[in-house]
């Protein structure tokens, strides 16, 4: 039976890794697999296959595959529109594979709340400022944004794996700006719909 605090640590590890899904899929996956492959974590049963060599080349190509392609302009905006279920699937794969010994019923759970809805957040709050970008700067800005989010996947896969407790304080801190964001801007638009005509001064 595994102990409270390892319990916790493997969560911290797995929802970091969720949140890195969430600019990018397969930068934390890649990681995942790097660490697997060299005895850094040790993968909860089911989910041996991330750690294989056969993953380890997969992902790498898809990592190179997926970092290029958010270069390329309008094409990271049609991305965006199929990278949210993926982040989420790739969200709650994560997570579940640090989940140790648990019932099904326990890690499947998890692994799609905590997991697949962290990923999916994150998601969403990169969506949100690419859109911004794309609409202010008509797409010349996002390789910026681009280089932003690998940055960001790259630094919480790393936090994750080595210092999980830091990764999943930033994966809170950065949970709570996003949804303030969305809720920003969702409420603050039914506010100015919701909101009387300004009245004219007569002449």
């Known amino acids: 039976m595994?102990?409270?605090s390892t319990v916790m640590l493997a969560a911290c590890v797995g929802i970091g890794l969720s949140a890195a899904c969430g600019f990018r899929i397969f930068v934390p996956m890649l990681g995942?697999?790097?660490?697997?492959?060299s005895g850094q974590l040790q993968l909860a049963s089911g989910f041996d296959w991330i750690g294989?060599?056969?993953a380890l080349v997969a992902f790498a190509v898809a990592t190179i595959i997926e970092v290029g392609a958010y270069y390329v302009p309008w094409v990271d905006n049609l991305l965006d529109s199929i990278a949210t279920p993926a982040a989420v699937v790739a969200g709650t794969i994560a997570t579940g594979s640090m989940t140790g010994e648990m019932s099904p019923f326990?890690?499947?759970?998890?692994a799609l709340v905590a997991g697949g809805g962290t990923a999916g957040v994150v998601q969403a709050g990169s969506v949100l400022v690419r859109?911004?970008?794309s609409a202010t700067t008509g797409g010349l800005g996002n390789p910026i944004v681009s280089t932003g989010e690998l940055a960001g996947s790259a630094t919480i896969t790393f936090l994750a794996i080595f210092i999980p407790a830091l990764a999943?304080?930033?994966?809170?801190?950065?949970?709570?700006?996003?949804?303030?964001?969305?809720c920003k801007k969702v409420f603050g638009k039914k506010d100015e719909e919701l909101a009387p005509?300004?009245?004219?001064p007569q002449t």
């Open 52 to 54: 294989s060599p056969v």
């Open 2 to 4: 595994e102990t409270l």
């Open 168 to 182: 999943a304080f930033l994966t809170a801190a950065l949970l709570i700006w996003i949804i303030s964001k969305i």
């Open 197 to 200: 005509p300004p009245v004219e």
């Open 131 to 133: 859109g911004t970008s």
């Open 106 to 110: 326990l890690q499947w759970g998890l």
């Open 32 to 37: 995942l697999s790097i660490a697997a492959n």
